[in-house]
């Protein structure tokens, strides 16, 4: 099973360069090139473009790299459950994320449980919404980490931390506005919205706007990344609606958003885990974790 050629194509379209790659790899440049080829032709396409100054995918390259990274995954996950078996004594936590949670912050999270079960492997996986729910119930992923979205039959969650929402105003190319105060969704009455799908913040924002009365015009098109919501609405293409950590440092238009009731609007996120996914001894420890130490160690992070 020789998946050499998956890798680096993976590292690539990562690093945008062959000769990194190669040396991420530890391999020859011509090595890597050649194989990427071979996989080219067996493809029946060119997944690269090729210049002096830039390596970037080509159309067929970007529709076949998930396909790519779930093979790898796949892969990752089969030579875990094999590791599992053969050795008991092998301590494994695969914790799923969406992709709003923001790892660093995790990470500072998640210190304490490491420094106290350093024989714990930890593996982080990546998913959108619908991918994590099955990984759950395959038994692939041990613990969700989430927006709080509405509870599913058989699991049990605990809260972890929130942060504020911001509201990105359609600027239509024109220079940001000064810095100003939490607004009400009403002062944007109107304006289409740019969402991205799977993560589980669109799902929040339909419950905001939900809860404070306003109808939510969708614009029709879709964002891949939350930096295109920003670039997007820096050009006026619609407005949107971002958690804090998901904003540039240097964006100045965005303001808090001022709930009706009082208070500014804020995304909550979870843990989930299917009860008999976290039965081993060291699994139930970091439940522990999360829900007597992660809260307090949230709020005195954002203090």
């Known amino acids: 099973m020789n998946l050499n050629p998956l890798r680096f194509v993976a590292a690539v379209a990562e690093l945008g360069s062959f000769s990194k790659a190669a040396e991420q790899c530890f391999v020859t440049q011509p090595t890597l090139s050649n194989a990427v080829a071979q996989l080219e032709e067996r493809l029946g396409g060119r997944l690269?473009?090729?210049?002096?100054?830039?390596?970037?995918?080509?159309?067929?390259?970007?529709?076949?790299?998930?396909?790519?990274?779930?093979?790898?995954d796949a892969y990752r996950e089969l030579t875990e459950a094999a590791e599992a078996f053969h050795n008991p004594a092998h301590k494994l936590l695969r914790i799923g994320l969406s992709p709003l949670i923001e790892t660093p912050f995790l990470e500072q999270l998640l210190g304490p449980f490491r420094?106290?079960?350093?024989?714990?492997?930890?593996?982080?996986k990546q998913c959108f919404l619908g991918d994590m729910d099955q990984r759950m119930e395959q038994g692939s992923v041990d613990v969700a980490l989430v927006p709080r979205r509405l509870a599913r039959i058989g699991r049990e969650s605990c809260p972890l931390y929130h942060e504020a929402l911001y509201y990105l105003p359609r600027e239509q190319g024109l220079a940001p506005p000064p810095p100003t105060g939490p607004q009400l969704l009403a002062r944007h009455r109107g304006d289409p919205l740019i969402l991205t799908d799977g993560c589980g913040l669109a799902d929040a924002i339909g419950d905001l706007y939900k809860t404070e009365?306003?109808?939510?015009?969708?614009?029709?098109?879709?964002?891949?990344?939350?930096?295109?919501?920003e670039e997007w609405a820096s050009l006026g293409i619609g407005a949107g609606i971002l958690p804090r950590s998901k904003l540039s440092p240097k964006n100045r238009a965005a303001h808090p958003i001022r709930l009706l009731a009082g208070g500014e609007a804020t995304v909550h996120y979870e843990a989930q885990w299917l009860p008999e996914n976290v039965e081993s001894p060291?699994?139930?420890?970091?439940?522990?974790?999360?829900?007597?130490?992660?809260?307090?160690?949230?709020?005195?992070?954002?203090?």
Do not use: C, M, N, W
């Open 48 to 72: 690269f473009h090729r210049t002096t100054r830039k390596v970037e995918l080509t159309p067929f390259g970007r529709q076949l790299l998930p396909r790519v990274e779930a093979v790898l």
């Open 115 to 124: 420094d106290a079960h350093p024989e714990v492997e930890i593996f982080f």
């Open 213 to 229: 009365g306003e109808t939510l015009r969708r614009y029709p098109g879709q964002a891949l990344s939350y930096r295109v919501v």
């Open 282 to 303: 060291h699994l139930q420890a970091f439940i522990r974790h999360l829900r007597e130490a992660v809260p307090a160690l949230a709020e005195e992070l954002a203090a």
